[in-house]
């Protein structure tokens, strides 16, 4: 977010997101565990590693075992772990 200290009445304009999507793949050699595959469709390589950060920050946390035993937490936010990601 870029504001201009001269105009600060402009309205605020977000960037697009790129389009992310995420997946699970059972992880070689231990079928049991799944790694967390991200794609992020965008022509900036900069745009890629900020939201690619954003989202993993946010993927590895809602899946992590430390919240999932903090059932409550995640209930009040509706996330959902999944006890098989090895991250």
Not at 26 to 49: V, Y
Not at 50 to 75: N, W
Request: with cysteine; net charge negative; hydrophobic share 35%.
């Amino acid at each position: 977010l870029e504001l201009d200290p001269n105009n600060l009445d402009a309205p605020i304009e977000f960037e697009p997101t790129p389009d992310i999507s995420s997946s699970f793949i059972a992880t070689e050699g231990t079928p049991e565990q799944c790694e967390l595959h991200i794609d992020i469709t965008t022509e900036s390589l900069d745009d890629a590693i900020r939201f690619g950060e954003i989202t993993v920050r946010k993927l590895a946390m809602q899946h992590s075992l430390s919240l999932l035993r903090s059932g409550p937490c995640l209930a009040e936010q509706g996330l959902k772990p999944d006890e098989r990601f090895n991250g």
